[in-house]
């Protein structure tokens, strides 16, 4: 059975949200550590929000991040290590992010 352990929001500007949902699921191949999580960076855009990074272990093909609509490999971490690395990747492309949201406005 299933069960939600995190289920949140965190608004981290007026049109910028993370959003992190982790889920206990029996161990399997595809869960070996019982968990399965998505943590997400969107934006509001225009009239839609844009997802632009997304950590995640959903597809069947293990710890990955979506970044930009790259995908990349990466390792299990806690939701904390994933904001901290989502947050630096904001910081990183903040020029960028802010110009994908004025081109939609």
Request: net charge positive; charged share 30%.
């Amino acid at each position: 059975m299933a069960k939600y352990l995190i289920n949140r929001s965190y608004q981290i500007a007026r049109d910028e949200f993370i959003d992190v949902v982790v889920i206990a699921v029996p161990n399997s191949k595809k869960f070996p550590n019982g968990i399965k999580y998505g943590v997400n960076y969107r934006v509001f855009a225009g009239h839609e929000w844009i997802e632009l990074i997304r950590y995640d272990n959903a597809h069947g093909i293990g710890e990955h991040c979506h970044v930009f609509g790259e995908i990349k490999p990466t390792r299990y971490m806690r939701p904390e290590e994933i904001i901290t690395e989502m947050i630096q990747i904001i910081n990183k492309r903040r020029s960028e992010i802010n110009e994908i949201k004025n081109r939609k406005s």
